[in-house]
């Protein structure tokens, strides 16, 4: 796999409020956060561009809703921004894809002449899947680091209920097997950007 000199690594609402289990319920892969912490690091060392998305949620019992603690990036987070030698980006949204925020970050990319991007963050089969398919249509050449994402179960129709697990596997099953996205694991972005 290649990993361009200026691919752009988009971290996906890696907020505080996704701690609040209480709210959303069981989730999978806690190894996430590390694997989100590795792709910043790595990102900042090779002077590669970086943007922090941020979900201001409009529903007023959610914990990502501004004004509220969990509306803020998670500690980690937090503590890299600014950190690194490339250009960074601060995008906020209140749908699911970071396409859909401001300032545009389908401009900001392109204006940068980035034509791959690496997407990590909070909730796999929400809004990574959604920045994904819409990167994928946008005709960005889009890598999912699946293991540095989570999501919790999910309820559907019919009573249908699917662990996290399986919501994500769904999810990347999805988008890799529909060619919106290559889904690759932490290890395998970190060899081919060193």
């Known amino acids: 796999m290649d990993i361009a000199e200026n691919a752009a690594l988009?971290?996906?609402d890696v907020q505080k409020g996704f701690e609040e289990a209480g709210f959303w319920g069981p989730r999978n892969n806690p190894g996430a956060d590390d694997?989100?912490?590795t792709l910043i690091d790595?990102?900042?060392?090779?002077?590669?561009?970086?943007v922090f998305v941020r979900h201001d949620s409009v529903k007023p019992e959610s914990p990502l809703r501004p004004g509220y603690g969990g509306n803020g990036f998670k500690t980690y987070v937090e503590e890299r921004?600014?950190?690194g030698a490339?250009?960074?980006l601060f995008v906020t949204k209140t749908v699911n894809s970071a396409f859909y925020g401001t300032p545009d970050l389908d401009a900001w990319l392109r204006a940068r002449g980035v034509a791959q991007v690496v997407l990590a963050g909070i909730q796999t089969n929400m809004c990574v899947e959604t920045t994904a398919r819409?990167?994928?249509n946008l005709g960005y050449d889009v890598v999912v680091a699946h293991d540095a994402t989570y999501t919790f179960d999910l309820e559907g129709p019919f009573g249908w209920r699917l662990s996290a697990d399986e919501v994500a596997r769904a999810s990347a099953v999805s988008l890799h097997g529909g060619?919106?996205?290559?889904?690759?694991?932490?290890?395998?972005?970190v060899d081919a950007a060193k």
């Open 86 to 88: 490339g250009a960074e």
């Open 179 to 189: 060619g919106f996205a290559r889904v690759v694991t932490t290890g395998e972005v």
């Open 35 to 37: 694997n989100v912490a």
């Open 134 to 136: 819409m990167g994928g």
């Open 81 to 83: 921004r600014g950190k």
């Open 10 to 12: 988009v971290v996906v």
């Open 42 to 50: 790595v990102w900042q060392a090779t002077g590669r561009p970086v």
